[in-house]
């Protein structure tokens, strides 16, 4: 089965369960242990860092046959903490793998342009970025990002084995205006950990006269991230959804 999950990350040490500290993962594992009355997993199609929301996380989960999506969705939200929340549950193929079987994820970074960006309403889930940025040249930032490049440069180091080629293809990379400020929309066949949050941090650097343009595209072809601005924070940042087949889905 596949929950679809929105957080809000402020409370939580990223996904990935881990000893001794609150996290999505295992807060859902205990909600699930506790209506399946044995442990059971949840496979994220990803994971997401400290701080970071979703509003799509993709969730694998094996559960007795008497639960349906529709049954199994409402018990979790019943029990879930109230900064979880399961928007949807389908029923899956059995070769369905949350995180190998995803072909496209969305990502979405706020950044606050104007004064109100600084109230503590916004600062959870937008960054307050206090200088002038050239829209034109955040356009032009994002425009090398698209189809397939190495971003070896946009990653932190031993994020893959050194023999990966850190591959990702970009389908989506664009800035759009909203009111109070901008967001940076990216879609790809998969992302690197800290990926989005080194882009945002180099193209706002770039937008806002602290480096060059042309450094992106150098950075694309860099083999280390020696030179990467550093990564944005990670509280702006959401999840936004997980594609699969269509051929996963049970009708």
């Known amino acids: 089965m596949q929950l679809v999950l929105h957080y809000d990350g402020s ?3 990223g996904w990935q369960r881990q000893p001794e500290q609150r996290t999505v993962q295992g807060v ?3 909600a699930l242990e506790r209506l399946c009355g044995q442990p059971t997993a949840a496979v994220g199609s990803g994971r997401t860092d400290a701080g970071v929301h979703a509003r799509g996380q993709a969730v694998g989960v094996r ?3 008497k639960w349906t999506p529709d049954a199994l969705r409402r018990a979790l ?3 879930l903490p109230e900064d979880v929340w399961v928007a949807a549950a389908h029923e899956m193929r059995p070769e369905f793998h949350a995180r190998y079987s995803a072909t496209a994820r969305r990502y979405s970074y706020y950044v606050g342009t104007d004064d109100a ?3 503590p309403f916004r600062r959870r889930t937008e960054f307050a970025f ?3 940025l050239d829209r034109a040249a955040l356009a032009a930032a994002a425009k090398p990002l698209l189809g397939e490049h190495s971003f070896r440069a946009f990653a932190v180091k031993g994020t893959a084995p050194e023999h990966d080629q850190h591959a990702c293809d970009i389908q989506v990379a664009r800035w759009e205006e909203r009111p109070g400020g901008l967001v940076f929309e990216i879609e790809a066949n998969r992302f690197l950990h800290h990926m989005v949050r080194f882009l945002v941090g180099t193209m706002l650097d770039v937008a806002s006269g602290r480096r060059p343009l042309s450094d992106v595209k150098t950075l694309l072809a860099a083999d280390g991230n020696q030179d990467v601005s550093p990564p944005a924070p990670a509280n702006a940042l959401f ?3 997980v594609r699969y087949p269509k051929e996963l889905y049970v009708a």
């Open 11 to 13: 409370g939580f040490s």
């Open 28 to 30: 859902v594992e205990q």
């Open 63 to 65: 559960v007795p046959e």
């Open 77 to 79: 939200n019943a029990v």
């Open 117 to 119: 960006a600084n109230s």
């Open 130 to 132: 206090d200088f002038p």
């Open 239 to 241: 999840l936004e959804w």
